[in-house]
């Protein structure tokens, strides 16, 4: 019974081992997994925040109305709601609300004026910021006025069209699942292109179907899952790590070969953080064998292997049978 125990505890360690999420070739530590979990995080300004939160965190609110000397009962706008877990997830996690918003908004009821307020934008925090300069934040803003977005507008397509301050998490960078931040990047532009009515705060433009628009793609749904739509709409700049400079739709890329090759754009934007040991080939491997989306194009090395030593096996066996035929025809003459 002894030894039954021991074996099943032997085969739980051994599966473990192999199932843990892993970082290159060893499995995480427990304190690594324990750094990732965001819900034990505590905000240094936790009470300060949670002043605006009790309204701005939920879908209904209550004040006491002092003129009236009664309780209010109201719905809070869905644009001003912040939901509470969103934001400790977010990169901003760190900060109070008074660190963005104007210090009067501690006052209740707020002054209609600070509707009024004007917003930061990235550039106006992480500018000219020596911490931030690994992210090239100013090139990000001159790639962005080229941008076909910042052209829609009078006052220009700000960075929380598409960034929502309180929520906003980098992916790209600090995912292990591809597939995760594809799913996250792609819903940043569908909360527009597939939601008519933020559509219409921003064009006048008639409802534009995603799916219809992209019937030319062949198999349409594989690539939205593997794909970000940046890979197709934007132009490809090695020095910021996502690109913002996004094209018209007539210049959006639709020749096959420039994904499906070796020098595959999907290199310097989707794969660009992979990796080196697994993109080999023009392809990151460890999706692509995965997916086998690219037919005849992907490589692995132990298969070019097999098939090399097969190839060569082959012509020995070829090279040997003809020695055989030579030596028996000078034998018969």
């Not at 992480?126 to 911490?131: F, I, M, T, V």
């Not at 980098?170 to 009515?197: G, M, P, Q, W």
Request: hydrophobic share 35%; glycine share 4%.
């Amino acid at each position: 019974m002894k030894l039954f125990r021991i074996r099943n505890i032997i085969l739980v360690v051994f599966i473990s081992f192999f199932t843990l999420p892993s970082y290159g070739n060893f499995p995480f530590k427990k304190a690594d997994l324990l750094a990732k979990d965001t819900t034990s995080f505590v905000s240094p300004f936790e009470e300060d925040n949670q002043r605006c939160l009790k309204c701005h965190g939920q879908e209904r609110y209550q004040y006491t109305n002092e003129t009236l000397g009664r309780e209010v009962k109201a719905i809070m706008c869905s644009e001003r709601i912040v939901h509470k877990e969103e934001f400790y997830a977010s990169n901003h996690k760190n900060f109070s609300c008074t660190d963005c918003h104007s210090a009067e908004y501690v006052k209740f009821p707020h002054s209609g004026e600070l509707r009024m307020e004007q917003k930061l934008n990235c550039i106006d925090c992480h500018g000219g910021d020596e911490k931030f300069a690994q992210y090239h934040f100013e090139e990000i803003e001159a790639e962005y006025q080229k941008s076909t977005h910042f052209k829609m507008e009078e006052e220009g397509f700000s960075c929380w069209k598409c960034h929502n301050p309180h929520s906003y998490k980098i992916t790209v960078r600090n995912s292990d699942n591809l597939k995760e931040t594809i799913a996250y990047d792609n819903s940043i532009c569908l909360n527009c292109h597939s939601n008519f009515d933020h559509f219409q705060l921003l064009t006048d433009r008639e409802e534009i179907n995603v799916i219809q628009k992209h019937e030319w793609l062949p198999n349409q749904a594989a690539h939205f899952k593997s794909v970000r739509c940046i890979e197709c709409h934007s132009r490809v700049n090695d020095s910021i790590k996502v690109s913002h400079l996004l094209l018209p739709k007539t210049e959006a890329v639709k020749r096959c070969n420039e994904c499906h090759s070796q020098n595959s754009i999907l290199m310097a934007s989707l794969y660009k953080f992979e990796s080196k040991a697994q993109r080999r080939d023009g392809f990151f491997n460890g999706i692509i064998l995965n997916e086998s989306y690219v037919i005849g194009a992907n490589r692995n090395e132990y298969l070019n292997l097999i098939s090399l030593i097969l190839f060569v096996g082959v012509l020995g066996v070829i090279a040997v049978h003809i020695l055989f035929r030579i030596r028996k025809n000078n034998k018969t003459y």
